[in-house]
């Protein structure tokens, strides 16, 4: 495999003592794969936004042992721009440098954005009030974001973050390797030359998958939700198959010289560990 393949790995935040335990386990885990960094999802107020900055700022402080960046999602809407100002200063006084800028989903009940209605308005003002010190990630859509209104559309916005100053992208899920490279063709034809790595998705439970998936516009192809179904409360079987298909769909994304790979982890070392070691990624 070649030594250029990048490996980062996301979190969602822990609500309780034994989630915070079980992201540390996991994160020592996971540290042999040398990843670039790891991610933390942006909980919306509460609890666990305050997650979010603990966990972020206890994996940037090991940062120098572990050589493994924190990456916190940052997510503006329903957000003022005082408060995205404060969450920056945070993150630059606890020596974080990198950031996963999102739109985000307006929580319910909430009608007013904000003073940011998309993610290319973030990264402009993070640029604006930070300059270069943050790497910005980006989301991108290979199967069309759900509320775009077509995939031309789609693409525009999205190339409007990276002229708005993101440095990469990461890919929502997907299980259609077609769908991925036809997208990086029309990001080349539009001249957009950043990084887009990946999302990998493990499959620990179907009905949760196929319900995630509906909602947020990722396929899973016919074949493999059929496959899926037959497994039913036979998790052993599932897994087993999962980790097979995962292998194999990961090794041919390597193989077509994806820039890197970024994996849900579900706050679960495996099947991430599984993957890379059977690709030989695991040192």
């Not at 666990?48 to 924190?70: F, K, S, Y």
């Not at 957000?79 to 630059?92: K, M, P």
């Not at 496959?227 to 769909?249: C, K, M, N, R, W």
Request: aromatic letters at 10%.
């Amino acid at each position: 495999m070649t030594n250029k393949l990048t490996i980062s790995c996301e979190f969602f935040p822990p609500k309780t003592d034994k989630g915070i335990a079980t992201i540390r386990d996991v994160r020592q885990q996971l540290a042999p794969l040398n990843p670039e960094f790891f991610s933390v999802t942006f909980g919306a107020g509460g609890s666990t936004q305050d997650n979010t900055l603990d966990t972020v700022i206890e994996i940037q402080q090991a940062q120098a042992t572990t050589n493994i960046d924190a990456a916190p999602h940052l997510s503006c809407v329903g957000s003022t721009a005082e408060s995205i100002r404060n969450l920056l200063h945070t993150f630059q006084s606890h020596d974080i440098h990198r950031i996963v800028a999102l739109r985000g989903d307006l929580p319910s009940g909430m009608r007013d954005p904000g003073d940011f209605r998309y993610a290319n308005e973030l990264v402009e003002f993070i640029r604006k009030e930070t300059g270069d010190y943050f790497t910005i990630e980006v989301a991108a859509y290979p199967e069309v974001h759900p509320q775009a209104e077509s995939a031309h559309i789609d693409l525009t916005n999205f190339k409007r973050k990276v002229d708005a100053g993101a440095n990469s992208a990461i890919t929502q899920y997907f299980y259609n390797i077609d769908a991925y490279l036809q997208f990086i063709d029309r990001c080349q034809q539009q001249n957009i030359d950043i990084p887009i790595i990946p999302g990998i998705m493990p499959i620990n439970n179907f009905t949760q998958l196929a319900r995630f998936s509906d909602a947020c516009g990722a396929e899973i192809p016919r074949w493999l939700r059929k496959q899926l179904e037959v497994f039913h409360d036979d998790l052993e079987s599932l897994q087993a198959f999962t980790l097979d298909f995962l292998t194999d769909f990961t090794e041919k994304l390597v193989e077509q010289g994806v820039p890197g790979l970024h994996f849900y982890s579900m706050n679960r070392a495996d099947p991430t560990l599984t993957i890379c070691q059977r690709l030989g990624l695991l040192d």
